[in-house]
Structures are given as structure tokens and as C-alpha cells.
């Protein structure tokens, strides 16, 4: 399943990675993510699985982190479904990386939440690693 709007493609995947593309870095993708997070973290609570996400920042650059770690603070506050996740983020230049680092780690849920970053060109290893936890 491919859903596309006008700052992100989003893809479910048979392996049971949740894929998002940005195309913008703007509030509006921001919002996408989240929806994304919703969705995928009610699919592992209803499979009893973890929630694998795979971001990809290669065309949009970093999301505006102060507008992120906000949304995503109020975010993991009203989850009813407290179900890991795991999240590969692909990245274009080590100042993305840099940044989303950062914002993460406002972000992670300690001992429930676990990022990696990949660069760009290792969109395959992030996903191995993705699956490396829970093979389908």
C-alpha cells in the first residue's frame, strides 16, 4: 500500500516496514510522520510486534526539529499503546544527520524506542537491520 501527499510517499511493505519518504521538510510532514507512527504503532499492538519504520530524509532534508520534538512529545504523552519501535533514518549529508541525531534524542523512548542512521546510498542495510530484530 503507497499513499502519497503533497511533503511525503508513504509505503507499507510486506515485511512489515513502514516506509516514508519525505519530499518536504514542513510542518505538514511533520504530521505525516505522526499519523505514520499511529497507524504502525495500532498495527504492532494488533500483531503483537514491534513497529519498524523506515524515514527517508534524502530529498527533504532535516524536518524542523523544534516543531518535531514538540508534536512528538505530545505524541508519545497521549499513546495509548506504549509497543517499541524500531527506525532507520536515511540521510543525504552528515548536517542532517547531525541535526536528526539531536532530535532523537529528545524523541526515543528509553528502552522502548531505538534510531539508526544510514547513509543514503545503504537504504538496503538499514532495512536488514529493520528486520534483524524480527524476521518475518
Not at 4 to 20: A, K, M, R
Not at 89 to 113: C, E, F, K, S, W
Not at 117 to 123: I, K, L, M
Request: proline share 2%; with cysteine; aromatic share 6%.
Amino acid at each position: 500500500m503507497t499513499t502519497l501527499t503533497h511533503d511525503s510517499i508513504y509505503t507499507q511493505h510486506h515485511n512489515g516496514v513502514h516506509e516514508l519518504v519525505f519530499l518536504e521538510a514542513s510542518e505538514q510532514a511533520v504530521c505525516d510522520y505522526l499519523n505514520l507512527m499511529q497507524q504502525a504503532t495500532h498495527a504492532a499492538a494488533d500483531d503483537d510486534t514491534m513497529t519498524l519504520i523506515l524515514l527517508d530524509l534524502r530529498v527533504s532534508g532535516m524536518l524542523s526539529t523544534g516543531h518535531l520534538a514538540e508534536q512528538m512529545n505530545r505524541f508519545n504523552a497521549s499513546r495509548l499503546v506504549s509497543m517499541p519501535s524500531r527506525t532507520a533514518i536515511l540521510y543525504q549529508d552528515g548536517a542532517t544527520v547531525a541535526m536528526a541525531a539531536n532530535a532523537t534524542r529528545l524523541m526515543v523512548r528509553p528502552g522502548l524506542d531505538t534510531f539508526k542512521f544510514f547513509h543514503g546510498d545503504q537504504r538496503a542495510n538499514a532495512i536488514a537491520w529493520l528486520l534483524a530484530c524480527c524476521p518475518i
